[in-house]
């Protein structure tokens, strides 16, 4: 090789030295700078030294983490603070995080990169804890607070007016949980809407005919028994009910039991005298339950009666008294369970 051709390859040698060295210094020197193209939880740091991005991250993404959650409907408001809620965002981890991915590579390829404008497109996810206990808390705290039953439509007795049904009110609970995590993580607004649902009434005012398609009212103060279908008035009748102190017992029944000549069990009271605690047989003249019996409480039933006299008077025991004719024509219209409200 001749002397020109060595000073040449030696100048040559000098120059890639010279400028591999320029190459680690440079690289050397942005050692603690995002490379561009990386955003951290949606923020760009692209060009930022680690310091920068950090107080980038902590204003754009951790600072808006403690504002409060606030979930409404209308006029109803629940919040949740940050401290209640533990939030905290790990703003080291995660620009370290994009710090190793702004390195990875090696050293020709990352000045490369830098000389020829690319970018290095690394998008860290945030990082972001809350506590559960907290967000399962509040979502408790709002379906309490909202949710109502639906009201299932009635009858208001003795005048038999039909309260409609009302619709209920049910929070979506797995929703709401969602709805809040999400909100908890990120920097954006931080208002929820209630996710609700409706829940609908069993039993509709339409339903009210078909629930009760027959019926009974016992109007003591008037000394009445009124027999409906399908909630339209069928009949009237003149009835009997019990004296001071043997009171037809007041309140919302069913008819118990049915029979035809009853059997008269009798009370161990006072006033039965010499039969107290005697089974009289149906049909006999002993026996003041005359033809039908229709129980309804405690020994209490609407029965037959050949004392007609006493219809339209507090009489009896505490049953309710009917003409005979007439309970015979009320006892085939009426089932077991047919409901008997003793106004």
């Not at 020829?116 to 804890?129: F, H, I, L, P, W």
């Not at 809407?193 to 009212?217: C, F, G, H, N, S």
């Not at 039908?292 to 219809?311: E, F, N, P, Q």
Request: charged share 20%; aromatic share 6%.
């Amino acid at each position: 090789m001749g002397q020109k051709s060595f000073i040449f390859v030696v100048l040559l040698l000098l120059a890639l030295i010279a400028g591999a060295g320029g190459v680690y210094a440079y690289d050397s020197s942005n050692s603690e700078r995002m490379a561009e193209g990386v955003t951290v939880a949606g923020v760009p740091v692209g060009g930022m030294t680690t310091s920068e991005a950090r107080a980038e991250v902590q204003e754009q993404v951790a600072a808006p983490l403690n504002r409060p959650i606030v979930i409404r409907r209308g006029e109803q408001r629940f919040t949740l603070s940050a401290q209640d809620a533990d939030v905290s965002a790990d703003v080291g981890g995660m620009v370290d995080e994009a710090l190793r991915a702004s390195r990875e590579g090696n050293v020709a390829t990352r000045a490369w990169r830098d000389a020829t404008g690319g970018e290095a497109n690394v998008r860290v996810k945030a990082r972001v804890s809350y506590s559960k206990e907290a967000v399962q808390g509040l979502v408790k705290r709002v379906a309490k607070g909202v949710n109502r039953p639906a009201r299932d439509a009635t009858l208001d007795f003795p005048a038999l007016t039909k309260v409609s049904s009302q619709n209920g009110l049910e929070v979506k609970t797995g929703k709401l949980e969602g709805n809040v995590r999400a909100a908890l993580t990120r920097s954006g607004d931080r208002t929820i809407a209630i996710p609700t649902k409706t829940t609908r009434a069993k039993v509709t005012k339409q339903d009210l005919v078909e629930k009760y398609p027959t019926l009974m009212v016992v109007d003591r103060g008037a000394f009445r028994l009124r027999f409906y279908k399908n909630l339209k008035l069928q009949k009237e009748y003149t009835i009997a009910v019990g004296q001071v102190g043997l009171e037809t017992p007041a309140g919302l029944y069913s008819v118990q039991n049915k029979a035809v000549d009853p059997a008269w069990s009798v009370p161990n009271s006072d006033w039965a005298g010499s039969l107290a605690g005697t089974v009289v047989p149906g049909g006999t003249a002993e026996n003041p339950l005359k033809a039908r019996w229709m129980g309804i409480y405690a020994g209490a039933g609407i029965h037959g009666t050949d004392d007609v006299a006493s219809l339209g008077t507090a009489a009896s025991h505490g049953c309710v008294r009917m003409a005979v004719p007439d309970v015979i024509e009320l006892y085939e219209q009426v089932a077991v369970s047919t409901p008997v409200y003793v106004a």
